[in-house]
């Protein structure tokens, strides 16, 4: 019996709620870093988010175990420039806005299939949004 055939690459974009929540130890949040890891998918977060995480303390400890095992992304002028970019045209604006921009932007910069684990459905799936590409290869938006 042939084996199934599992697609390879891609990445797997957490914002601050699913970095919380992988740290939490979720199994939900789990189940998705799982199987990225068989796809040998790219594990991601924007440095931004460490903003919105980490306060100096001890409850920093299991945030930091997940990021030792993965890709910190920089904020660079690139993309900075593309979250303002969709901040215009989503129309959103304000700090945390902001901040979600510029996940978006660098999850719009990974590798496809991408999966961007969140508790902020609304905004990042308007911030995200490309309707010229094919469903398949648009970020696919997951709460948790």
Request: hydrophobic content about 45%.
């Amino acid at each position: 019996m042939a084996g199934r055939r599992v697609a390879v690459g891609g990445s797997l974009i957490l914002d601050s709620e699913g970095l919380f929540k992988l740290a939490a130890g979720d199994q939900r949040a789990r189940g998705y870093l799982e199987t990225a890891i068989a796809r040998r998918a790219r594990v991601a977060v924007s440095a931004i988010t460490l903003t919105e995480v980490l306060r100096g303390d001890k409850r920093d400890v299991a945030v930091h175990r997940v990021l030792s095992r993965i890709t910190i992304v920089p904020v660079t002028p690139e993309i900075a420039r593309r979250a303002g970019e969709l901040l215009g045209a989503t129309g959103l604006s304000g700090h945390r806005c902001a901040i979600d921009a510029v996940v978006a932007a660098t999850a719009l910069a990974m590798e496809r299939p991408a999966v961007l684990l969140t508790s902020d459905l609304d905004d990042l799936s308007r911030l995200v949004e490309e309707p010229e590409r094919p469903k398949a290869q648009r970020i696919a938006v997951v709460h948790v």
